[in-house]
């Protein structure tokens, strides 16, 4: 009797605490998804998407596949580097946007691109710029493990997805995954694994009412998804770290077959101080908690153009999570969810010898919008909304 009851009293107690740590995270989301303070509503901004098309697509010999994937990028090109850089005429944004689409039978094609209503000096003007805010020490690990089905197994939580190489990704269509390029190429060739890469999806082992709340690892599995095709852009193939690269690390993977969870929408990315509360948040699976999803929130830094930085406490493993935002549909009178990035990952960057340290996202322009679309959608007429 003794037993069954010290039983039930810790049976009890992981109830308690496991609604608490929901009861927690539920008000912490609310804050982050409101602007406290205000009547004004954080709106979508109105952007005009421009279209890019695939010209020409011929056949590449196949590539070889040597390295593990990198989970973290280094450059010695900090955020002044990258707003000092001359802006790409429209030829060099037709060879950045031009895509290379890797196979699952290892078949390797490029496909040359066409770009219409884009003007390169309208579009580049940074507005708002700001200077970076000092770095602040980690001391506090502010990064949340998801637990409970309530939330691990329900949007938007439900959308981040592992990589079989090591990274997360987000999902963006039926059978559509988003994640950086660095995961599945190496700037140079694509990395060991790209050919038969997987998309993992955690879901609990068992579902029934015992374990409704047992999220620890040895509770979870993942269940995995062959890649079809893989899109990576030439920016980032032909780019470095320290040019153009780091602003085209993003690649789209296509499933071999569809899944069945609600997918996340695309969106072209607010400028920082758009963002609600400044702050950008996204869900990944980093390497220090095997089995769990982890999710972040922080202020966003300073930004370009093409990235934006931040200082969320992330570890490998996370790059490919996708950025996202909450913020009003003016049109559709509705509150939308959509992501605006992919986080790159932990950049330590050389500045006259002094290193420093960045967490950088890659933002989703207009053309970057464009683009994935397409490659999502098949056509530009269903990507006209940014």
Same mark, same amino acid.
């Given at each position: 009797?003794?037993?069954?009851?010290?039983?039930?009293?810790?049976?009890?107690?992981?109830?308690?605490?496991?609604?608490?740590?929901?009861?927690?995270?539920?008000?912490?989301?609310?804050?982050?998804?409101?602007?406290?303070?205000?009547?004004?509503?954080?709106?979508?901004?109105?952007?005009?998407?421009?279209?890019?098309?695939?010209?020409?697509?011929?056949?590449?010999?196949?590539?070889?596949?040597?390295?593990?994937?990198?989970?973290?990028?280094?450059?010695?090109?900090?955020?002044?580097?990258?707003?000092?850089?001359?802006?790409?005429?429209?030829?060099?944004?037709?060879?950045?946007?031009?895509?290379?689409?890797?196979?699952?039978?290892?078949?390797?094609?490029?496909?040359?691109?066409?770009?219409?209503?884009?003007?390169?000096? @309208?579009?580049? $003007? #940074?507005?708002?710029?700001?200077? *970076?805010? !000092? /770095?602040?020490?980690?001391?506090?690990?502010?990064?949340?493990?998801?637990?409970?089905?309530?939330?691990?197994?329900?949007?938007?939580?439900?959308?981040?997805?592992?990589?079989?190489?090591?990274?997360?990704?987000?999902?963006?269509?039926?059978?559509?995954?988003?994640?950086?390029?660095?995961?599945?190429?190496?700037?140079?060739?694509?990395?060991?694994?790209?050919?038969?890469?997987?998309?993992?999806?955690?879901?609990?082992?068992?579902?029934?009412?015992?374990?409704?709340?047992?999220? @620890?690892?040895? $509770? #979870?599995?993942?269940?995995?998804? *062959?890649? !079809? /095709?893989?899109?990576?852009?030439?920016?980032?193939?032909?780019?470095?770290?320290?040019?153009?690269?780091?602003?085209?690390?993003?690649?789209?993977?296509?499933?071999?077959?569809?899944?069945?969870?609600?997918?996340?929408?695309?969106?072209?990315?607010?400028?920082?101080?758009?963002?609600?509360?400044?702050?950008?948040?996204?869900?990944?699976?980093?390497?220090?908690?095997?089995?769990?999803?982890?999710?972040?929130?922080?202020?966003?830094?300073?930004?370009?153009?093409?990235?934006?930085?931040?200082?969320?406490?992330?570890?490998?493993?996370?790059?490919?999570?996708?950025?996202?935002?909450?913020?009003?549909?003016?049109?559709?009178?509705?509150?939308?969810?959509?992501?605006?990035?992919?986080?790159?990952?932990?950049?330590?960057?050389?500045?006259?010898?002094?290193?420093?340290?960045?967490?950088?996202?890659?933002?989703?322009?207009?053309?970057?919008?464009?683009?994935?679309?397409?490659?999502?959608?098949?056509?530009?007429?269903?990507?006209?909304?940014?």
């Amino acid at each position: 009797m003794e037993f069954h009851m010290r039983n039930t009293c810790v049976r009890v107690n992981r109830c308690l605490m496991a609604l608490v740590l929901h009861a927690v995270l539920l008000a912490l989301l609310l804050l982050l998804f409101t602007s406290p303070g205000s009547s004004h509503q954080p709106l979508w901004p109105l952007q005009r998407v421009p279209v890019v098309w695939p010209k020409q697509t011929e056949e590449r010999a196949p590539p070889h596949f040597l390295h593990a994937a990198q989970l973290e990028v280094t450059s010695s090109c900090g955020p002044e580097c990258h707003k000092r850089a001359t802006t790409p005429s429209y030829w060099d944004l037709r060879r950045f946007l031009s895509y290379e689409t890797l196979h699952s039978s290892g078949q390797l094609t490029e496909t040359a691109v066409a770009i219409y209503g884009f003007d390169a000096n @309208s579009f580049y $003007k #940074m507005t708002g710029g700001r200077s *970076r805010e !000092k /770095r602040q020490i980690f001391g506090h690990d502010s990064r949340f493990s998801i637990v409970g089905q309530d939330f691990l197994l329900n949007y938007p939580f439900s959308t981040a997805v592992k990589l079989s190489t090591g990274c997360s990704g987000t999902l963006v269509g039926d059978r559509h995954v988003l994640t950086a390029a660095h995961c599945v190429h190496d700037g140079k060739n694509y990395v060991k694994g790209a050919q038969r890469l997987r998309v993992g999806f955690l879901k609990p082992r068992q579902m029934n009412a015992g374990a409704s709340n047992d999220t @620890s690892p040895d $509770k #979870m599995k993942f269940q995995w998804i *062959r890649v !079809k /095709r893989t899109h990576v852009p030439k920016g980032w193939i032909k780019g470095t770290a320290n040019d153009i690269g780091m602003d085209y690390d993003y690649a789209l993977l296509e499933l071999k077959k569809a899944h069945k969870r609600r997918h996340m929408k695309l969106g072209i990315s607010p400028s920082a101080k758009q963002l609600p509360g400044k702050r950008v948040q996204f869900s990944g699976f980093d390497n220090d908690r095997p089995g769990h999803l982890v999710y972040r929130f922080c202020k966003a830094g300073d930004e370009t153009y093409d990235l934006l930085y931040q200082h969320c406490d992330a570890q490998p493993g996370a790059s490919g999570s996708g950025v996202y935002a909450r913020m009003w549909n003016r049109r559709l009178h509705r509150w939308e969810r959509k992501v605006i990035g992919v986080f790159s990952g932990h950049q330590w960057v050389d500045l006259s010898g002094t290193p420093q340290e960045f967490n950088v996202a890659v933002r989703i322009t207009p053309l970057k919008y464009a683009q994935i679309c397409y490659w999502i959608k098949g056509n530009y007429v269903d990507c006209r909304e940014g």
